[in-house]
C-alpha cells in the first residue's frame, strides 16, 4: 500500500483521473453494480447455509444431551442392581454359614 500510495503522489492518480471518461466511469458503475448483487446473492445463500448450519447443531446438542440423560439413568439402574446383588451375595453368605 505504502508502493501504491507513493505513486498515487508521484502522478499516477492524476493520470488516472485525465483518463477518466463518462464512457468508462458508468462501465465502473455498472460493473459494480454487478458485483454488488452477486455479493448480496452469495450473502444470502451464506445466510441460509449458516441457519441450516445452526438449526443441525441445536438439534444434535439436543440428542446428546438426552443420551447423557438416558446413560445417567441407566447408570443408576445398574448401580441399584449391583447395591441388590451385593446384598443378595451378605444374605447367601449368611445362610450358608448356618
Do not use: C, F, P, Y
Not at 61 to 82: K, N, S, Y
Amino acid at each position: 500500500m505504502i508502493s501504491e500510495n507513493a505513486n498515487w503522489v508521484d502522478g499516477a492518480l492524476s493520470e488516472r483521473m485525465k483518463s477518466s471518461t463518462a464512457n468508462s466511469n458508468n462501465q465502473n458503475v455498472a460493473s459494480n453494480s454487478d458485483r454488488l448483487q452477486k455479493l448480496k446473492e452469495v450473502s444470502h445463500i451464506e445466510k441460509e447455509q449458516a441457519s441450516s448450519v445452526l438449526t443441525r447443531i441445536e438439534s444434535e446438542t439436543r440428542a446428546i444431551l438426552d443420551a447423557g440423560d438416558d446413560i445417567a439413568r441407566r447408570r443408576d439402574r445398574i448401580q441399584g442392581d449391583r447395591e441388590r446383588v451385593t446384598a443378595n451375595h451378605r444374605r447367601t453368605a449368611d445362610l450358608i454359614d448356618k
